[in-house]
């Protein structure tokens, strides 16, 4: 399929700047860390969006909160907000501006039951009208550009993303992305890429497309069925964080250098020690652990040793120094066969 004619350079999202590239970086709750956003940046994402904040831990200076929302060294830097009340969500949206964001994203999109039990997340598609004064909050108390994050619909019988999308942007709303998912639908079945065009034909603004990109291919079939501007690459990234790069290189006709074994290595080895430094040990050592496993099936994929022994090293130490061992063994055949 042909990819629409739009590039990077048509859509801009910040004032007078467009994106680098067509592919994004998700933002993944436990996952999208600003270690992650930082690597996936180097490697050309055109943007990468933080974990989802809840925005009153957020104002009341939860620790967690100001971790997930850290932007140093990620530009533009881009806040995905979460929450149900308009004054929290405002005033989260506030500190994130102060604390350098360039764009604050709401969540209207995550289907964990601790989010939506809280009429926030995708369960403020269930009430449109809440769901608009949210943005009006958001858009009203910054000067940056305000995004939704969205699903297809809480399920089958509401798919309304369409009128969402029509009136979030009416009240003030730059780009909207859609999961081509329902919230029932949680993460199985199949992104429906196709009904994400109901979307598109609200309006000429950004839209962006999420769900089951996985490769080039998957992008350009997403962006033919969905009109969409960019697409936005989740869980294929996890241990692959150079993915999305490579995609959105692909997108606008580029070749990508392809990483070798010990690249891959060395940006595993930068994650875990970033993830250390910033968290310490304690926490850093189990917050990286599905990191750590995701870089294991890479490194089998790309060539490297599959060793169980090593495998279980590698998530199960407390010690970073026996992972930091077990992760090169795993990236390493010489070192691997040497050690059998």
Known sequence: MEVASNSSADVAILPDVAP??????????????IVMRRIAAR???????SEMVASDEFVR????????AEGAGVSPHVVQLA???PHWLGEAARLAEANGAAIV???MGCPAKKVTGGWAGSALMRDLDHAIGLVEAAVKAVSVPV???????????????????RRAVASGASMITVHGRTRQQFYKGVADWGAIRAVREQGDFPLVANGDIHDEDDARNCLAQSGADFVMVGRAALGRPWLVGEIGAALAGRASPQLGLGQKFAIARDHYEGLLSLMGVAHGVRHARKHLAA??????ASGGMPDPEQRRALLTSDDPHLVLGALTRLFSPELSRAAA
């Open 20 to 33: 680098v590239s067509r592919a994004f970086l998700a933002p993944m709750s436990g996952v999208t860390d």
């Open 43 to 49: 490697h050309g994402a055109g943007l990468v969006v």
């Open 61 to 68: 200076g939860s620790e967690e909160a100001r971790i997930r």
């Open 83 to 85: 929450g149900c009340d």
């Open 105 to 107: 994203d709401i969540n």
């Open 147 to 165: 995004t939704v994050k969205m699903r297809l619909g809480w399920d089958d019988a509401s798919r309304n993303a369409p009128e969402l999308a």
């Open 295 to 300: 870089y294991a099936d890479e490194a089998v």
